[in-house]
């Protein structure tokens, strides 16, 4: 699928289903607890082509890319830098494998990890050429999409937005941001409102804006409400199943697919043009949604 027409299937306001959680799968499959998710592209490719082959089994159309902490920044935490292009490249190759031209391959770029000036350390000039590095990589690869998602800092955002575009003013790029419900409104932890970040989001060069994690399918209903009043312009969701809650020593995310797929249902009656899952979110959940909305 190129370019072009994932920009056109955007734009017809017809559902796009995307995929589910990446790291909640390779937990389930015994990823050691503070180990890199992204290693697994380099360690063992066939794990991420298999979650891959479920979700769009499942009924996806659109798949990310294992690459959510693969910036250079990112990666250093883990002594993995100097791996940034074989990991996104691989990554990108990975899902093309498996899609070929049944799904959209969407590049996932998630935060540095670290604050930026003055609230952090980080410099913009360095974040910059962190996403850079990393976007580079997967627009070579061939990836359909990249996907800046679970952000908190609008500041970090617009500089991925902007980098996406610096490398390709064709690429779509969908931009999403993690929101808490306060008395005031829907805000990031930043305190970003849901009406702010697609504003500049959308203003930086972003194709698509919505919101991912942070919170269940139910509460996501009510960002979406926000985000419909504020833009006429694609929006994408992808909501947790539901707000993790720890038994016998295990996060468990409690929505069923039957419960997600319902407030999925929703989501597209809004007019949500890309629905997906993050947390807790499997190919069942996927699968309950494809049936729902007879994708």
Same mark, same amino acid.
């Given at each position: 699928?190129?370019?072009?027409?994932?920009?056109?299937?955007?734009?017809?306001?017809?559902?796009?289903?995307?995929?589910?959680?990446?790291?909640?799968?390779?937990?389930?499959?015994?990823?050691?607890?503070?180990?890199?998710?992204?290693?697994?592209?380099?360690?063992?490719?066939?794990?991420?082509?298999?979650?891959?082959?479920?979700?769009?089994?499942?009924?996806?159309?659109?798949?990310?890319?294992?690459?959510?902490?693969?910036?250079?920044?990112?990666?250093?935490?883990?002594g993995l830098e100097k791996k940034t292009e074989e990991i996104n490249?691989?990554?990108?190759?990975?899902?093309?494998?498996?899609?070929?031209?049944?799904?959209?391959?969407?590049?996932?770029?998630?935060?540095?990890?670290?604050?930026?000036?003055?609230?952090?350390?980080? +410099?913009?000039? @360095? !974040? =910059? &050429?962190?996403?850079?590095?990393? %976007?580079?990589?997967?627009?070579?690869?061939?990836?359909?999409? #990249?996907?800046?998602?679970?952000?908190?800092?609008?500041?970090?955002?617009?500089?991925?937005?902007?980098?996406?575009?610096?490398?390709?003013?064709?690429?779509p790029v969908i931009a999403t941001m993690t929101f808490d419900p306060t008395p005031k409104g829907f805000f990031t932890?930043?305190?970003?409102?849901?009406?702010?970040?697609?504003?500049?989001?959308?203003?930086?060069?972003?194709?698509?804006?919505?919101?991912?994690?942070?919170?269940?399918?139910?509460?996501?209903?009510?960002?979406?409400?926000?985000?419909?009043?504020?833009?006429?312009?694609?929006?994408?969701?992808?909501?947790?199943?539901?707000?993790?809650?720890?038994?016998?020593?295990?996060?468990?995310?409690?929505?069923?697919?039957?419960?997600?797929?319902? +407030?999925?249902? @929703? !989501? =597209? &009656?809004?007019?949500?043009?890309? %629905?997906?899952?993050?947390?807790?979110?499997?190919?069942?959940? #996927?699968?309950?949604?494809?049936?729902?909305?007879?994708?």
């Open positions: 699928m190129t370019m072009e027409r994932l920009r056109e299937r955007l734009q017809s306001g017809r559902t796009i289903l995307a995929d589910g959680a990446m790291g909640t799968m390779l937990m389930d499959r015994g990823l050691p607890a503070g180990k890199c998710p992204e290693s697994v592209t380099l360690e063992d490719p066939a794990q991420i082509e298999a979650i891959t082959r479920l979700y769009i089994g499942a009924g996806a159309v659109m798949v990310q890319t294992n690459t959510f902490g693969a910036s250079p920044l990112k990666l250093a935490s883990c490249r691989q990554a990108v190759e990975i899902c093309r494998g498996v899609t070929r031209s049944h799904a959209y391959v969407a590049a996932s770029c998630g935060p540095s990890g670290r604050l930026l000036k003055p609230h952090g350390d980080l +410099n913009p000039k @360095e !974040l =910059a &050429r962190s996403y850079h590095r990393q %976007i580079r990589c997967l627009v070579d690869a061939g990836c359909d999409a #990249i996907c800046v998602e679970t952000m908190t800092d609008i500041n970090e955002a617009i500089i991925a937005v902007r980098a996406t575009r610096t490398i390709s003013p064709d690429i932890v930043m305190g970003v409102s849901v009406e702010r970040a697609a504003q500049e989001l959308l203003k930086a060069g972003a194709d698509a804006v919505g919101a991912n994690c942070g919170q269940g399918s139910d509460t996501m209903i009510e960002i979406a409400r926000v985000l419909k009043q504020v833009t006429d312009k694609p929006i994408a969701i992808r909501p947790n199943a539901g707000m993790p809650i720890l038994e016998h020593g295990k996060t468990i995310y409690p929505e069923t697919p039957e419960y997600f797929a319902d +407030n999925c249902c @929703e !989501l =597209a &009656r809004l007019g949500v043009g890309i %629905i997906g899952g993050c947390c807790g979110t499997t190919p069942a959940h #996927i699968r309950a949604v494809a049936k729902a909305l007879e994708v």
